[in-house]
C-alpha cells in the first residue's frame, strides 16, 4: 500500500487539481491549471502503469521518460508564465520560454542518438545535463519571486503556500542535481551510492511534487473554504428574508451546491440587498434606536455596534410584515460597505447578529 502512495498519489493529486482548477479568462489562473497539467503528465507517465500504455502505443521502451520529462519542463513554463503575469515582467518571461524550448530540442535530439537511459550509455549525461539546464534558472526564478512574495503576503494562505512552493521546488533542485551526478559518474568514472538511495530517488521527487501541488492549491481551497462559510452564515437572513418575499430571490432555498460559490455568493449578497429593500416600509426608527442604546450598553462599537442596530430593526420589521402592519414611508438611508468587498463583510455581520437575535427570542 505503501509503495502504490508513493508511485499513484502524487499523479491522482495532480489530475484532481487540473480537474477543479477552472482556468477562466484569467491568464496566472489559466497558468497554474497548466502547472497542474504539466505535472500530472508527467508523474502519470513515470507510473508503472503509464510507462506500459506509451510502451504498448509506441514500441518506444525509453519514451515514458521523454513524455514524463517533457511534462515537468511545460509546468516549469507554465509557472514561469504565472510569476511573469503577477510580476510583469514578459520580456524575462520570452527568454526563459525559448530557452527552455531550446533545451527541450537538445534533449530530444541526445534521446534519439542514445540506444537507452542507463546511466553508461553513450549521451545519456549530456541528455541530463540538457534536462537540467533547462530547469534550473526556471526553478531559481520560481524560488527568488515566491520567497519576495511570501515576505509581503498578508493573507495567510498565500504566504504558507509561497513558502511550500519554495521548499517544493528546492527539492526538485536537489532532486535534479543528484540525478545529473548519477548520470555523470559512470562517464566520470567515480561512485556515488547516494543516488541509489530510496530516500533520494524516490521519496525526494515525491516530497517535492505534493509540496509544490499543495503549495498552489492551498490559496484556492482556503478561498473556496471561506466564501463556503461566508455562504453558510448568510443564509439564515436570507432565508427569512426570501420567506417575507420569494421574489427577491432566483432559486428557491435548497442544497448548497458547491461549485461557482463566487456567482453564488455575489448573488446572495444582491438578493440580501433586494429583500432589505423590500422591507424598508416596516422598519421602525425607535426599534433602531433603543437597540443602538442597548448595543451601546453591551460596549459595541463601529462596525459591530452597526451591525446590531441593523440586525434588530431587520428582526421587528419581519415581525411587523408579518403581523400586516401598514407600510411607513421608507427612509432614504442605507447603512453597509461602499464596494462588494465591504458591504458582503457588513452583511455577514448582520447575519450574525441576526443568528442570535432570533436564538434568542426562540430560546
Excluded at 9 to 20: D, N, R
Excluded at 24 to 51: E, I, N, Y
Excluded at 118 to 131: G, K, L, N
Excluded at 310 to 326: N, T, Y
Aim: aromatic fraction near 10%; glycine fraction near 10%; include cysteine.
Amino acid at each position: 500500500m505503501g509503495e502504490w502512495l508513493v508511485r499513484y498519489g502524487p499523479p491522482i493529486l495532480a489530475w484532481s487539481l487540473f480537474a477543479v482548477r477552472r482556468g477562466g479568462q484569467d491568464r496566472g489562473r489559466r497558468s497554474v491549471r497548466w502547472v497542474f497539467g504539466g505535472l500530472a503528465v508527467s508523474l502519470t507517465a513515470l507510473t508503472p502503469a503509464g510507462h506500459a500504455v506509451i510502451k504498448e502505443l509506441t514500441g518506444a521502451v525509453d519514451l515514458p521518460r521523454l513524455v514524463g520529462h517533457a511534462g515537468v519542463l511545460f509546468a516549469a513554463w507554465a509557472a514561469q508564465r504565472c510569476l511573469a503575469h503577477l510580476n510583469g515582467t514578459p520580456a524575462g518571461f520570452r527568454r526563459q520560454s525559448w530557452w527552455i524550448a531550446g533545451m527541450f530540442v537538445v534533449m530530444c535530439v541526445f534521446f534519439a542518438l542514445t540506444p537507452n537511459l542507463m546511466p553508461q550509455s553513450p549521451w545519456v549525461m549530456e541528455y541530463c545535463f540538457a534536462y537540467a539546464a533547462a530547469q534550473i534558472p526556471a526553478f531559481a526564478g520560481v524560488i527568488v519571486l515566491c520567497l519576495r512574495y511570501a515576505r509581503i503576503a498578508g493573507d495567510p494562505a498565500l504566504r504558507t503556500g509561497l513558502w511550500l512552493v519554495v521548499a517544493g521546488t528546492a527539492a526538485a533542485m536537489l532532486y535534479l542535481v543528484n540525478k545529473t551526478i548519477l548520470a555523470a559518474s559512470p562517464r566520470w568514472d567515480f561512485d556515488y551510492p547516494l543516488g541509489r538511495e530510496f530516500l533520494v530517488g524516490k521519496i525526494l521527487p515525491m516530497v517535492a511534487h505534493v509540496l509544490v501541488l499543495s503549495g498552489v492549491a492551498l490559496p484556492a481551497v482556503a478561498g473556496w473554504l471561506s466564501r463556503y462559510r461566508l455562504y453558510r452564515r448568510l443564509s439564515p437572513l436570507w432565508t427569512d428574508l426570501y420567506r417575507a418575499d420569494p421574489e427577491i430571490a432566483l432559486d428557491p432555498p435548497g442544497a448548497v451546491a458547491l461549485g461557482n460559490l463566487k456567482l453564488r455568493l455575489y448573488r446572495r449578497v444582491i438578493e440580501i440587498r433586494d429583500g432589505l429593500l423590500a422591507l424598508h416600509p416596516y422598519r421602525d426608527p425607535m426599534v433602531a434606536v433603543a437597540a443602538r442604546r442597548g448595543a451601546q450598553r453591551a460596549g459595541l462599537a463601529g462596525r459591530s455596534l452597526e451591525a446590531e442596530v441593523e440586525a434588530a430593526v431587520v428582526a421587528e420589521a419581519l415581525l411587523a410584515r408579518a403581523r400586516g402592519a401598514a407600510p411607513r414611508e421608507p427612509a432614504a438611508v442605507v447603512s453597509g460597505g461602499g464596494d462588494l468587498a465591504s458591504d458582503t463583510t457588513y452583511l455577514r455581520d448582520v447575519a450574525d447578529a441576526y443568528r442570535r437575535k432570533i436564538g434568542d427570542r426562540n430560546g
